[in-house]
């Protein structure tokens, strides 16, 4: 029969305000139900019916009037309706004799009917000497009194219903403990309590017992052990009387028939191991009758468990030991996220010495086969611009790699490749295949042959591994201008002619490496004095969330702005200011701006 929730903290206050409010809100709230409950209990008392029917009647008369409900309630307070001259009949003797003897609260009800013959109400037709109402006040002035005017939180609280249902159906009722508010002068007066009712006569005998302080705090000590698995034990040296909380029978394994496990058998339950530890624990205890606190672990019938334990020695007045106390707390739990927390930082730690060794490896394996990482070369009726810069991070170091060089027939070759994937594998990758060409490159085959040789090359030394790559290789010819290549799933070549930047037509045959036997085709293109060719790695036009044709559309638009005759270093400049913008890369960049002279 509450009023209604109240609005929660709001606005921006220090926590001592925020504090404040919520308490003025709460006793509000407080104060608003109780008056409320009692005036339904008065309303209910006056038109002879039942609680639940009269605060029905108060919220109908609130609605209809569009006025709030304590308004409505403290506009129809009268004070306390008499108790009928029915319901005052004679208590039998047997029920104060009953009472007399009894050592708690109790008292004995009589009900109260309507024209009905049905039960709307009780009175207290009897008190038992000891009854003291939820503050400790004696209950005898509730004598002749209504249930619901005496103790209106006997319908807040559920009580009036349950003495109800006994009545109607004979069955008597015990509950408890559980929460019992009373409604005293406007306010809400909150106790623990357990009661009992049985039919006796034409009434009820109900007893009641409201719990203390030491009583609810043994209540939740004992709920918190439950819930933070916490045993507590004793074993009393003197009688050899063992006291265990049902916890300590969890901890250590063992069932009800088996009952407490004796001190001397205790270490025995010790793994081997750690019974080192708990011998310095009772040592400890019975030798210097000082506290000690030990962790070992148990054989428990499900399995090892850690325990971890505080022991205090009990003495006589003359200092002899005769019991010991013990806390116990099963950590098992928490040493297995340790172990696991300690496993994945060992596992992290390795795995990053791995990796920075990996890079140095890498680092050093990309330095002797790629020296030179920036700058120009001269060649037969060329200018090669380049640029390299691998990856930053271990993951992300790559297998990017170029050649460029002379030939003994007067032809330069041109070539620049990526190993798929990333760190020591891509690196070592890249020195096979750059090493494997410039090999096969003195035979003075064609582009397409070397590239037919250098797929069977990758393919077959990589056997049992996955380990692809790709690349362009192409001959120069200094004499005719005509470069003639081949592409084995690569980027295809920039030109630049006379400001105009397009891609040269390709045909790419599949990646080095990924088939036993591939055929590649061979590409010719002749060049004038003047153009720039650009050959690159995916890493300068690949950007997370960007599809790779919108990078090649940015390289072209980059490159159109080349002017003619420009040095391949400054073509560069502009093209990594153009196409970076100071952006971190993911993967490796390398780029060969070709001027033909």
Same mark, same amino acid.
């Given at each position: 029969?509450?009023?209604?929730?109240?609005?929660?903290?709001?606005?921006?206050?220090?926590?001592?305000?925020?504090?404040?409010?919520?308490?003025?809100?709460?006793?509000?709230?407080?104060?608003?139900?109780?008056?409320?409950?009692?005036?339904?209990? &008065?309303?209910?008392?006056?038109?002879?019916? /039942?609680?639940?029917?009269?605060?029905?009647?108060?919220?109908?008369?609130?609605?209809?009037?569009?006025?709030?409900? *304590?308004?409505?309630?403290?506009?129809?307070?009268?004070?306390?309706?008499?108790?009928?001259?029915?319901?005052?009949?004679?208590?039998?003797?047997?029920?104060?004799?009953?009472?007399?003897?009894?050592?708690?609260?109790?008292?004995?009800?009589?009900?109260?009917?309507?024209?009905?013959?049905?039960?709307?109400? $009780?009175?207290?037709?009897?008190?038992?000497?000891?009854?003291?109402?939820?503050?400790?006040? =004696?209950?005898?002035?509730?004598?002749?009194?209504?249930?619901?005017?005496?103790?209106?939180? =006997?319908?807040?609280?559920?009580?009036?219903?349950?003495?109800?249902?006994?009545?109607?159906?004979?069955?008597?009722?015990?509950?408890?403990? $559980?929460?019992?508010?009373?409604?005293?002068?406007?306010?809400?007066?909150?106790?623990?309590?357990?009661?009992?009712?049985?039919?006796?006569? @034409?009434?009820?005998?109900?007893?009641?017992?409201?719990?203390?302080?030491?009583?609810?705090?043994?209540?939740?000590?004992?709920?918190?052990?439950?819930?933070?698995?916490?045993?507590?034990?004793?074993?009393?040296?003197?009688?050899?009387?063992?006291?265990?909380?049902?916890?300590?029978?969890?901890?250590?394994?063992?069932?009800?028939?088996?009952?407490?496990?004796?001190?001397?058998?205790?270490?025995?339950?010790?793994?081997?191991? @750690?019974?080192?530890?708990?011998?310095?624990?009772?040592?400890?205890?019975?030798?210097?009758?000082?506290?000690?606190?030990?962790?070992?672990?148990?054989?428990?019938?499900?399995?090892?468990?850690?325990?971890?334990?505080?022991?205090?020695?009990?003495?006589?007045?003359?200092?002899?030991?005769?019991?010991?106390? #013990?806390?116990? *707390?099963?950590?098992?739990? =928490?040493?297995?996220?340790?172990?696991?927390?300690?496993?994945?930082?060992?596992?992290?730690?390795?795995?990053?010495? /791995?990796?920075?060794?990996?890079?140095?490896?890498?680092?050093?394996?990309?330095?002797?086969?790629?020296?030179?990482?920036?700058?120009?070369?001269?060649?037969?009726?060329?200018?090669?611009?380049?640029?390299?810069?691998?990856?930053?991070?271990? @993951?992300?170091?790559?297998?990017?790699?170029?050649?460029?060089?002379?030939?003994?027939?007067?032809?330069?070759?041109?070539?620049?490749?990526?190993?798929?994937?990333?760190? *020591?594998?891509?690196?070592?990758?890249?020195?096979?295949?750059? =090493?494997?060409?410039?090999?096969?490159?003195?035979?003075?085959?064609?582009?397409?042959? *070397?590239?037919?040789?250098?797929?069977?090359?990758?393919?077959?030394?990589?056997?049992?591994?996955?380990?692809?790559?790709?690349?362009?290789?192409?001959?120069?010819?200094?004499?005719?201008?005509?470069?003639?290549?081949?592409?084995?799933?690569?980027?295809?070549?920039?030109?630049?002619?006379?400001?105009?930047?397009?891609?040269?037509?390709?045909?790419?045959?599949?990646?080095?490496?990924?088939?036993?036997?591939?055929?590649?085709?061979?590409?010719?293109?002749?060049?004038?004095?003047?153009?720039? #060719?650009?050959?690159?790695? @995916?890493?300068?036009? &690949?950007?997370?969330?960007?599809?790779?044709?919108?990078?090649?559309?940015?390289?072209?638009?980059?490159?159109?702005?080349?002017?003619?005759?420009?040095?391949?270093?400054?073509?560069?400049?502009?093209?990594?200011?153009?196409?970076?913008?100071?952006?971190?890369?993911?993967?490796?960049?390398?780029?060969?701006?070709?001027?033909?002279?």
């Amino acid at each position: 029969m509450s009023a209604g929730p109240y609005d929660g903290l709001g606005g921006s206050h220090s926590a001592g305000e925020l504090i404040g409010e919520q308490l003025e809100r709460l006793r509000t709230g407080m104060r608003r139900e109780a008056v409320v409950d009692a005036v339904t209990c &008065e309303l209910a008392a006056r038109m002879e019916i /039942r609680p639940r029917e009269a605060f029905e009647y108060l919220t109908g008369l609130s609605r209809e009037s569009g006025v709030d409900v *304590l308004d409505v309630a403290l506009s129809m307070r009268g004070g306390e309706p008499p108790v009928p001259e029915e319901a005052r009949v004679e208590v039998p003797h047997w029920v104060w004799v009953t009472l007399d003897v009894v050592h708690v609260s109790a008292c004995y009800l009589l009900p109260i009917r309507d024209r009905s013959g049905r039960v709307v109400d $009780f009175h207290y037709a009897a008190v038992s000497p000891a009854a003291v109402d939820v503050t400790g006040s =004696s209950a005898h002035g509730l004598l002749g009194r209504r249930l619901t005017m005496g103790s209106p939180g =006997s319908v807040r609280s559920g009580l009036y219903d349950a003495f109800i249902r006994v009545m109607e159906t004979g069955e008597p009722m015990y509950r408890g403990p $559980f929460e019992y508010v009373e409604i005293m002068e406007d306010r809400l007066w909150p106790a623990s309590i357990t009661a009992r009712a049985v039919p006796a006569g @034409d009434g009820l005998l109900v007893s009641w017992r409201t719990h203390d302080d030491e009583e609810r705090l043994v209540a939740g000590w004992e709920r918190a052990q439950r819930i933070a698995e916490l045993g507590w034990g004793e074993w009393n040296l003197a009688t050899g009387r063992i006291r265990w909380t049902r916890q300590m029978y969890e901890i250590f394994g063992r069932e009800d028939p088996e009952g407490p496990l004796p001190i001397e058998e205790f270490p025995g339950q010790v793994v081997p191991e @750690d019974r080192g530890v708990v011998d310095e624990g009772l040592r400890t205890l019975l030798e210097y009758r000082e506290a000690a606190e030990t962790e070992f672990r148990v054989m428990h019938r499900h399995g090892i468990r850690h325990v971890r334990m505080v022991s205090e020695p009990v003495l006589d007045s003359e200092g002899l030991l005769i019991a010991i106390r #013990v806390l116990a *707390l099963d950590v098992t739990a =928490s040493r297995r996220r340790e172990r696991a927390l300690a496993a994945a930082h060992s596992g992290v730690v390795r795995a990053r010495r /791995r990796a920075e060794e990996e890079r140095r490896v890498a680092v050093r394996l990309q330095d002797s086969i790629l020296p030179i990482r920036r700058g120009t070369i001269d060649l037969p009726g060329l200018t090669v611009g380049l640029r390299y810069y691998p990856g930053e991070e271990v @993951d992300r170091l790559g297998g990017d790699w170029y050649k460029a060089r002379e030939m003994p027939d007067g032809h330069v070759l041109l070539a620049i490749g990526d190993a798929m994937g990333h760190g *020591l594998t891509a690196a070592s990758l890249m020195a096979q295949m750059r =090493s494997g060409l410039a090999g096969l490159a003195y035979t003075g085959a064609s582009a397409d042959r *070397l590239t037919t040789w250098l797929n069977e090359l990758i393919y077959h030394s990589t056997a049992g591994i996955t380990a692809t790559g790709t690349a362009i290789v192409g001959h120069f010819a200094p004499a005719t201008h005509v470069l003639a290549w081949a592409c084995a799933g690569h980027p295809a070549p920039v030109l630049v002619r006379e400001g105009t930047a397009v891609l040269l037509p390709v045909r790419p045959g599949p990646l080095l490496g990924a088939e036993r036997s591939a055929e590649y085709e061979l590409e010719s293109t002749v060049l004038q004095s003047g153009d720039l #060719v650009i050959l690159y790695t @995916d890493g300068i036009v &690949e950007r997370r969330g960007r599809d790779i044709e919108e990078g090649i559309e940015a390289l072209l638009a980059a490159a159109r702005s080349a002017g003619p005759g420009e040095d391949p270093e400054r073509v560069l400049d502009h093209l990594l200011t153009e196409l970076l913008r100071d952006e971190r890369t993911e993967d490796d960049i390398c780029v060969l701006a070709i001027r033909v002279l």
